[in-house]
Nanobody
Framework: QLQLVESGGGLVQPGGSLRLSCAAS????????IGWFRQAPGKEREGVSY????????NYADSVKGRFTIARDNAKNTVYLQINDLKAEDTAAYYC????????????????WGQGTQVTVSS
């Protein structure tokens, strides 16, 4: 069974940090670009960060630049999203998604999705 599983979310105070993980099972991520997306209740799904299959190319939404860092460890079949200086507006369910080839800004281009991990920023 081909799956992506996110973990690492939780409740954190403003200014805090979290590291989200996206682990693949049933297939290798070596040839897959990964996107991280987030969605708050009643809001559209928003792309936040992307990484190429090799890890050589990354991209970030303007709202998270300087605070979020995406990285991958293909040996562990895992992609990470380090989130620093969390803000209330970062509160959302975070999803990782995988697609063959280069990363895309559009959710519909991704074949595999995880179930999400909740990030809640509150004082």
């Amino acid at each position: 069974q081909l799956q992506l599983v996110e973990s690492g979310g939780g409740l954190v105070q403003p200014g805090g940090s979290l590291r989200l993980s996206c682990a693949a099972s049933g297939f290798t991520l070596d040839y897959y670009a990964i996107g991280w997306f987030r969605q708050a209740p009643g809001k559209e799904r928003e792309g936040v960060s992307y990484i190429s299959s090799s890890g050589d190319n990354t991209n970030y939404a303007d709202s998270v630049k300087g605070r979020f860092t995406i990285a991958r460890d293909n040996a562990k079949n895992t992609v990470y999203l380090q989130i620093n200086d969390l803000k209330a507006e970062d509160t959302a369910a975070y999803y990782c998604a995988a697609r063959i080839g280069f990363y895309s800004y559009y959710p519909r281009h991704y074949k595999y999705w995880g179930q999400g991990t909740q990030v809640t920023v509150s004082s």
